[in-house]
């Protein structure tokens, strides 16, 4: 089993409609989650971090965290045809390690 | 420097060679890391480095990989031998402190990666 798991797609949505991105992960002690996002050809850059359970909403973005499922999402609001990108769930495995798991990524596609 | 900057950008190579890829992190960051992408797939950890040593290297395939960073700055990924099979980008990062911290600090920043080929 792989330490973090995501469906890599494609997703697509329409140009307005809200995008729904999972990941679920295998260490039950893991601590800190991140969404990357990555254009083609680019590297991954941030765009949320959450430490808690529950909700945590940055403008059109939500990541959700759920640690008894071991389960965390992303979603996105107002898709835009910007917003066409692979999106990597990443997650440290375990409180202090220094570490770093990556998700194959899921694929988005907006269409206009 | 104001971001992680990678040299080369694009290095090509015969197999068997010898490769050396160098990251320079955000000034200040103490923590650096490699990571390695192939197509389609999550970057793959290879080494962690906070300060001038490696705090984790489990993720480096086998004995050809070796990474250095002497003065606690500037780090070099070095391959030995190389094989089709390490054809890659390989991205570094930095972030002030390790990803073990729960804070913003703990951040992950990219470089551009170095793209690898081995003929």
């Known amino acids: 089993q792989k330490e973090v798991e995501q469906n890599s797609g494609p997703l697509s949505v329409p140009e307005g409609a809200i995008a729904s991105l999972n990941c679920t992960y295998s260490?039950?002690?893991?601590?800190?989650f991140f969404w990357y996002r990555q254009y083609s050809g680019k590297s991954p850059e941030l765009i949320m971090s959450?430490?808690?359970?529950g909700d945590k909403e940055d403008g059109r973005f939500t990541a959700q965290l759920n640690k008894a499922s071991q389960y965390v999402s992303l979603l996105i609001r107002d898709s835009q045809p910007s917003d066409s990108a692979t999106y990597l769930c990443?997650?440290?495995?375990?409180?202090?390690?220094?570490?770093?798991?990556f998700g194959t990524g899921t694929r988005l596609t907006v269409i206009p | 420097g104001a971001g992680v900057s990678q040299t080369p950008s694009n290095k090509v190579t015969e197999k068997g060679k010898y490769v050396e890829l160098r990251c320079d992190p955000i000034?200040?960051?103490?923590?650096l890391y490699w990571y390695r992408q192939s197509l389609g797939q999550g970057p793959e950890f290879l080494i962690y480095?906070?300060?001038?040593?490696?705090?984790?290297d489990s993720g480096l395939p086998n004995d050809r990989f070796f990474a250095v960073r002497p003065e606690g700055s500037v780090s070099t990924l070095k391959i030995q031998r190389t094989e089709r099979g390490d054809s890659a980008v390989y991205l570094c990062?930095?972030?002030?402190?390790?990803?073990?911290?729960?804070?913003?600090?703990?951040?992950?920043?990219f470089g551009a990666g170095s793209r690898l080929t081995v003929l």
């Open positions: 959450i430490y808690s359970n």
């Open positions: 990443a997650v440290n495995p375990v409180s202090g390690a220094n570490n770093l798991f």
């Open positions: 260490d039950r002690g893991s601590q800190s």
């Open positions: 480095f906070q300060g001038t040593g490696a705090a984790d």
């Open positions: 990062a930095s972030s002030l402190t390790g990803t073990g911290a729960r804070s913003g600090a703990n951040v992950l920043t």
């Open positions: 000034s200040g960051h103490t923590a």
